[in-house]
């Protein structure tokens, strides 16, 4: 097998192993793609001391199977939960997968940021004739406006500075798109907010268009400092939930949503991967990350 890992801020190498069989409860599975996500930009940037493994977005199909898994067979496609991914070939629990519908090509099949935002979307009280907004339309995003689609609102606007992505909401379901500035106009005219940003100007814009008694979902990646809530929201009774669970009984009810979804054609990641780098050049797939090239909505690391 081979795998990435980092070695230094910036710089991966890659590694030729042995091949180890998949244990008991496991299946091996041969990484068709994996999603390079910006909660790991961080380990990349900035690592130091010993090597450190990445990836956490597979797609694949099974190569093996260990003992004690039933129902699985090799040539398999399979999604799901399973880390350090960035390797042509993974062993993980059979529990933590699902099977790919057939209609989803491997680069399109990144099951555990497709979980994180079902699981996100089912914290909020979304029901049909509501008023609806999505501020950030990155990768999640942009994932986030077309099951809020399916939910029949009254009103879905999705709100970023870009406009790339403000055309493939657009494309994707959403009513109506705005910038950040425009969306200043429409405070407190929101039944849900959700918030994917992981900035603190987009999470105090997006506290602003909740409606009284509404509900702001936050569920951008917030890592980097500190946040505030302005006390108006308390006033305001607005419900503030986080989108994030660790439960994997609750993300693997939402991969399984999710997956329903993208077999019903009623949503896709296709358009999203706007980006493909192959193993040897995971570094230049994080330099994407970070730089943000003209239309850049998401790198995938594809072994395919």
Not at 223 to 234: I, K, N, Q, T
Request: charged share 20%; proline share 6%.
């Amino acid at each position: 097998m081979r795998y990435a890992q980092v070695v230094s801020a910036g710089h991966s190498e890659i590694v030729e192993a042995a091949d180890t069989p998949p244990g008991a409860g496991e299946v091996r599975v041969r990484t068709l793609a994996s999603g390079i996500c910006s909660s790991e930009a961080p380990a990349w940037a900035r690592h130091e001391g010993a090597p450190v493994r990445l990836g956490h977005e597979l797609s694949g199909e099974i190569e093996a199977v260990g003992p004690g898994v039933y129902g699985w067979s090799a040539g398999d496609r399979v999604t799901g939960f399973a880390s350090p991914a960035f390797a042509d070939v993974v062993n993980t629990p059979a529990a933590a997968l699902l099977p790919v519908p057939a209609n989803v090509p491997a680069v399109a099949a990144l099951g555990e940021p497709l979980a994180c935002v079902v699981e996100a979307l089912s914290r909020c009280p979304i029901a049909s004739g509501q008023r609806i907004a999505v501020v950030g339309l990155g990768f999640m995003g942009l994932i986030a406006v077309q099951a809020a689609a399916e939910a029949g609102p009254v009103r879905l606007v999705g709100v970023d500075p870009l406009p790339h992505v403000r055309d493939l909401a657009l494309a994707l379901g959403a009513g109506e798109v705005c910038t950040p500035e425009e969306a200043a106009g429409l405070a407190g005219g929101f039944d849900v907010v959700v918030e994917f940003t992981g900035k603190a100007a987009g999470l105090k814009l997006a506290g602003d268009l909740v409606t009284r008694h509404g509900t702001l979902c936050v569920a951008g990646y917030h890592h980097d400092g500190p946040r505030e809530l302005d006390v108006e929201l308390w006033y305001r009774g607005v419900t503030i939930v986080n989108g994030f669970s660790g439960e994997r009984r609750r993300t693997m009810a939402a991969l399984r949503e999710g997956l329903r979804l993208m077999a019903d054609r009623r949503l896709t990641l296709e358009p999203l991967i706007t980006h493909t780098v192959s193993l040897d050049d995971v570094d230049r797939g994080f330099g994407y990350l970070a730089d943000r090239p003209a239309g850049f909505v998401k790198c995938v690391v594809s072994t395919d």
